[in-house]
């Protein structure tokens, strides 16, 4: 079991086609454990070894919200606003980033480097500076 951080490869496909809208479709969050395995082949949320549902944290995880797309340069990137999840007892290794407007879609893998804890507390994601080189979903 493996989770390794990326834009899922389906994910590129469909940015070139024009499926994926990430400022207007319905973008969601999961957490997993370190018993998943996520990478550049995941191809669509799972609720296999997702984390269980506590306080505000349920199957399927959380909606992103605050998209927005910029560039700078060459680079093309997307910020999200940061993901909390309130009165929660979690454990979570990773995450999936995936398009709900999409059947579910993957679009990126996020890997926490270890298992992340709150207990009966808010589990937050942050996501990094909104700039060419630290979003974490960018095209350069």
């Given at each position: 079991m493996a989770i390794t951080q990326?834009?899922?490869?389906?994910?590129?496909?469909?940015?070139?086609?024009?499926v994926q809208d990430l400022d207007t479709d319905v973008i969601k969050l999961?957490?997993?454990?370190?018993?998943?395995?996520?990478?550049?082949?995941?191809?669509a949320y799972s609720a296999t070894n997702e984390v269980a549902a506590s306080g505000t944290y349920s199957a399927g995880g959380g909606t992103?919200?605050?998209?927005?797309?910029?560039?700078?340069g060459t680079t093309a990137f997307v910020d999200f606003s940061d993901i909390s999840f309130t009165?929660?007892?979690?454990?979570?290794?990773?995450?999936?980033i995936y398009n709900s407007s999409k059947s579910n879609k993957a679009i990126a893998v996020l890997d926490f480097g270890s298992d992340k804890t709150s207990?009966?507390?808010?589990?937050?994601?942050?996501?990094?500076?909104?700039?060419a080189t630290d979003a974490i979903i960018r095209f350069a």
């Open positions: 990326c834009m899922v490869t389906s994910f590129k496909a469909d940015a070139l086609g024009g999961a957490l997993y454990t370190s018993a998943a395995t996520l990478d550049a082949t995941t191809t992103l919200t605050g998209a927005a797309i910029s560039t700078s009165s929660a007892t979690i454990t979570a290794r990773g995450a999936l207990t009966s507390g808010t589990f937050t994601v942050q996501f990094p500076a909104a700039n």
